[in-house]
């Protein structure tokens, strides 16, 4: 069965530290997103990606973060500068179709900045 | 107002029993309403659509939509052990290509 991967599971790294979150979705999927959820909150959305340009972005997706696609399969989350309020797990998801609740989410990445 | 709105619980419910989890929304023009499971230290998996008002049933998940009272909700018969974990409200926000997640509603099924 067809599954949206993402590396690293667990990352720690120093406050002011530059993340790259990796992601592949499935290959037939063109709509990708990334949410974040701190733990014991709710699934928040930060970022939808479709034919190489941010569809929408939430407040939450500031100057501090960005996505690429650099090749046909990945799909990147970078966050430049990170503080300890970036602690989350992070999840990215991709679905067939644009405006569709019906994603495919990965097992996610948590993100642990001291 | 929060866009999309569900009592955390927890909700405690015995095996075999309907387990019944409700959400309120806000946008008044959204027209796609989801359900999703997330197991303790997983990702949220889909389990139900809605998109007309009425009842949408898919084996033993029924889910129900509302759209003037602004109101789904999702029902579970013969609640399983296996059921136990945080049911997640998610909406479409209408105009914008996001899906909106409630804070979800831990469910624990007792054997």
């Known amino acids: 069965e067809p599954e949206v991967t993402q590396t690293p599971s667990h990352q720690v790294t120093q406050m002011g530290q530059e993340v790259i979150l990796r992601c592949v979705p499935i290959?037939?999927?063109?709509?990708f997103y990334w949410y974040r959820q701190i733990l014991g909150q709710k699934v928040e959305f930060l970022v939808s990606f479709y034919n190489n340009e941010i569809s929408e972005k939430s407040e939450i997706f500031d100057d501090q973060f960005s996505v690429e696609r650099p090749d046909g399969s990945n799909f990147t989350l970078k966050i430049r500068s990170t503080k300890l309020e970036d602690s989350a797990m992070y999840f990215c998801?991709?679905?067939?179709?644009?405006?569709?609740?019906?994603?495919?989410f990965g097992e996610g990445s948590r993100l642990t900045v001291l | 107002q929060k866009e999309v709105e569900q009592n955390s619980g927890p909700l405690s419910v015995p095996e075999g029993a309907i387990a019944s989890l409700n959400c309120t929304y806000s946008?008044?023009?959204?027209?796609?309403f989801f359900w999703y499971r997330q197991y303790s230290g997983k990702s949220p998996e889909l389990i139900m659509s809605?998109?007309?008002?009425g009842d949408k049933e898919d084996g033993r998940f029924t889910a129900q939509l509302n759209k003037a009272s602004q109101y789904v909700s999702l029902l579970i018969r013969d609640s399983q052990p296996s059921d136990s974990a945080t049911y997640l409200c998610?909406?479409?926000?209408?105009?914008?290509?996001?899906?909106?997640f409630g804070q979800g509603t831990r469910l624990t099924i007792n054997p």
């Open positions: 809605i998109y007309s008002n």
């Open positions: 998801a991709s679905s067939v179709l644009a405006a569709t609740g019906e994603l495919f």
């Open positions: 998610a909406v479409i926000i209408q105009g914008a290509q996001k899906l909106v």
């Open positions: 946008d008044r023009v959204s027209q796609s």
């Open positions: 290959s037939n999927h063109l709509y």
